[in-house]
């Protein structure tokens, strides 16, 4: 036996490597058998088709992953060889040989010091390939009071829905008996119990899913959630941020493998709202809460029977704690009538009129202020826009009328506001963009003008 090179269909030479010498036989001396896939015998059978068109799904969602992360280093270097990489990536998955790879822990210090793991762009592809489909189940289950994540909705969306159901409970804020309870769970990621998920999201799947590649698609989700990142994670920030600022409750270090999510992936954010589907059913099962609205684990509830709602909350939160091991927090709670107002993620609300919340309208102040003292145009400019069209969303006409005026006494010749004070606008001579479109412009214009004399003068 030896290594093999071929001349034609019926003629090849081998190599023996016992002495080295070289034959130039017929295939059927060689007794050796050529290694062929059966797609390249018959490439048109149901098998290969159905293989092909998997592998097609998969580029789909990479397609779909790499447009918002091809700024990354990480996702461009991956995207020099991206296609041959996914179609390996492909193969795992369909061969159950797919391991998912360690990704990077990191901490953030605003709005809270937080933890967060962030995925390689090759484990990305699974994640995005698999929500492609889940998202089309979870939209037919989920109730209306789940906003985060979904098309469509989100916070901006959850705070006005609050409005228009304290409206719609009051018959236009005639009634007096409306009581707004504002809840969140302690820890609520890092306490997620993942058999809990899987099995929710398992038996969705099974009712609701009627799509290729189901048993792809069950075991590769059950592999995402059960995956422990905290292991292999490489840690970019320092240690000490951990101990220091990261309580254990809220680490996915101080857990177990059943126990947490890693906040910052997406299947992650879609477990999130699993649990808070089944949290739901648990509330409303007691029949004290009218109407519920939540942004992934802050929640406002209506109710009407201030007594009877106090008189059945240690029972609810008993029974959560029990069935989906999540907590209410001890602190973060408010139970008043809707007269006084309510908060709700980033925003509040009072007799009809929606306002930004204390930190939204501080952090503004804060990166404006920063901004005009070093002079940055273009920071400023995209701070401000990113502040502005939050702050145009409430009742801030005064405020975002005092910012302006600040700004445009910084860079009031280099930018200008429009009338109703919702974004900031760079003159031409100093937009860049501008700029080069106005050079095309005029070197178009030169180049016709020379065609036109060349052809007179022909």
């Given at each position: 036996m030896g290594p093999s090179n071929q001349y034609n269909a019926t003629n090849a030479w081998n190599v023996n490597l016992n002495n080295g010498n070289v034959n130039n036989n017929t295939k059927t001396n060689?007794?050796?058998?050529?290694?062929?896939?059966?797609?390249c015998l018959n490439p048109d059978t149901p098998a290969a088709r159905y293989f092909l068109d998997f592998v097609s799904s998969v580029l789909e969602a990479y397609v779909k992953c790499i447009k918002t992360k091809i700024g990354n280093p990480n996702a461009a270097f991956y995207a020099l060889r991206g296609i041959m990489s996914t179609l390996t990536l492909a193969e795992d998955m369909w061969n159950d040989t797919y391991e998912i790879q360690g990704g990077i822990a990191f901490t953030v210090r605003l709005p809270v010091w937080r933890e967060c793991f962030?995925?390689?762009?090759?484990?990305?592809?699974?994640?995005?390939?698999?929500m492609m489909r889940e998202e089309l189940i979870f939209e037919q289950v989920?109730?209306?009071?789940?906003t985060a994540n979904r098309k469509g909705r989100g916070t901006l969306a959850a705070i006005q829905m609050v409005q228009d159901k304290i409206f719609q409970y009051t018959d236009g804020y005639t009634r007096d008996d409306l009581w707004v309870f504002s809840g969140d769970f302690r820890g609520y990621f890092m306490n997620i119990d993942k058999r809990c998920v899987v099995d929710t999201v398992l038996g969705l799947n099974e009712k609701y899913y009627r799509g290729p590649f189901a048993d792809v698609l069950d075991r590769i989700y059950a592999q995402i959630i059960y995956n422990c990142p905290q292991k292999t994670a490489i840690r970019r920030s320092p240690l000490r941020t951990w101990?220091?600022?990261i309580p254990p409750e809220k680490s996915l270090y101080s857990q177990d493998r059943w126990h947490g999510l890693a906040i910052g992936n997406l299947p992650?954010?879609?477990?999130?709202?699993?649990?808070?589907?089944?949290?739901?059913?648990v509330m409303l099962r007691y029949g004290v809460i009218l109407d519920i609205v939540t942004s992934m684990d802050d929640f406002i509830a209506l109710v009407r029977d201030k007594e009877a709602f106090l008189k059945a909350l240690p029972d609810m939160e008993q029974e959560l704690k029990d069935?989906?091991?999540?907590?209410?927090?001890p602190v973060k709670r408010n139970l008043q009538h809707y007269t006084k107002g309510w908060k709700f993620v980033g925003g509040k609300g009072r007799n009809g009129r929606l306002y930004a919340s204390d930190r939204i309208i501080r952090r503004a102040r804060a990166k404006i202020h920063y901004c005009c003292k070093v002079h940055d145009l273009e920071s400023v400019y995209k701070s401000v826009n990113s502040y502005f069209g939050i702050l145009c969303k409430f009742c801030t006409f005064k405020l975002r009328k005092e910012l302006s005026e600040k700004i445009l006494a910084e860079f009031g010749k280099e930018l200008y506001f429009d009338?109703?004070?919702t974004?900031?606008?760079?003159?031409?001579?100093?937009?860049?963009?501008?700029?080069?479109?106005s050079s095309i412009r005029l070197a178009r214009t030169k180049n016709e003008k020379h065609l036109i004399y060349f052809r007179n003068v022909a």
């Amino acid at each position: 036996m030896g290594p093999s090179n071929q001349y034609n269909a019926t003629n090849a030479w081998n190599v023996n490597l016992n002495n080295g010498n070289v034959n130039n036989n017929t295939k059927t001396n060689g007794n050796q058998v050529r290694l062929v896939s059966e797609f390249c015998l018959n490439p048109d059978t149901p098998a290969a088709r159905y293989f092909l068109d998997f592998v097609s799904s998969v580029l789909e969602a990479y397609v779909k992953c790499i447009k918002t992360k091809i700024g990354n280093p990480n996702a461009a270097f991956y995207a020099l060889r991206g296609i041959m990489s996914t179609l390996t990536l492909a193969e795992d998955m369909w061969n159950d040989t797919y391991e998912i790879q360690g990704g990077i822990a990191f901490t953030v210090r605003l709005p809270v010091w937080r933890e967060c793991f962030a995925a390689t762009l090759r484990d990305r592809i699974p994640h995005d390939w698999v929500m492609m489909r889940e998202e089309l189940i979870f939209e037919q289950v989920f109730p209306d009071a789940i906003t985060a994540n979904r098309k469509g909705r989100g916070t901006l969306a959850a705070i006005q829905m609050v409005q228009d159901k304290i409206f719609q409970y009051t018959d236009g804020y005639t009634r007096d008996d409306l009581w707004v309870f504002s809840g969140d769970f302690r820890g609520y990621f890092m306490n997620i119990d993942k058999r809990c998920v899987v099995d929710t999201v398992l038996g969705l799947n099974e009712k609701y899913y009627r799509g290729p590649f189901a048993d792809v698609l069950d075991r590769i989700y059950a592999q995402i959630i059960y995956n422990c990142p905290q292991k292999t994670a490489i840690r970019r920030s320092p240690l000490r941020t951990w101990t220091d600022h990261i309580p254990p409750e809220k680490s996915l270090y101080s857990q177990d493998r059943w126990h947490g999510l890693a906040i910052g992936n997406l299947p992650s954010q879609w477990a999130a709202c699993v649990i808070m589907m089944l949290v739901l059913d648990v509330m409303l099962r007691y029949g004290v809460i009218l109407d519920i609205v939540t942004s992934m684990d802050d929640f406002i509830a209506l109710v009407r029977d201030k007594e009877a709602f106090l008189k059945a909350l240690p029972d609810m939160e008993q029974e959560l704690k029990d069935k989906l091991n999540v907590t209410l927090h001890p602190v973060k709670r408010n139970l008043q009538h809707y007269t006084k107002g309510w908060k709700f993620v980033g925003g509040k609300g009072r007799n009809g009129r929606l306002y930004a919340s204390d930190r939204i309208i501080r952090r503004a102040r804060a990166k404006i202020h920063y901004c005009c003292k070093v002079h940055d145009l273009e920071s400023v400019y995209k701070s401000v826009n990113s502040y502005f069209g939050i702050l145009c969303k409430f009742c801030t006409f005064k405020l975002r009328k005092e910012l302006s005026e600040k700004i445009l006494a910084e860079f009031g010749k280099e930018l200008y506001f429009d009338g109703q004070l919702t974004k900031c606008i760079l003159r031409k001579k100093c937009n860049r963009r501008e700029q080069v479109k106005s050079s095309i412009r005029l070197a178009r214009t030169k180049n016709e003008k020379h065609l036109i004399y060349f052809r007179n003068v022909a």
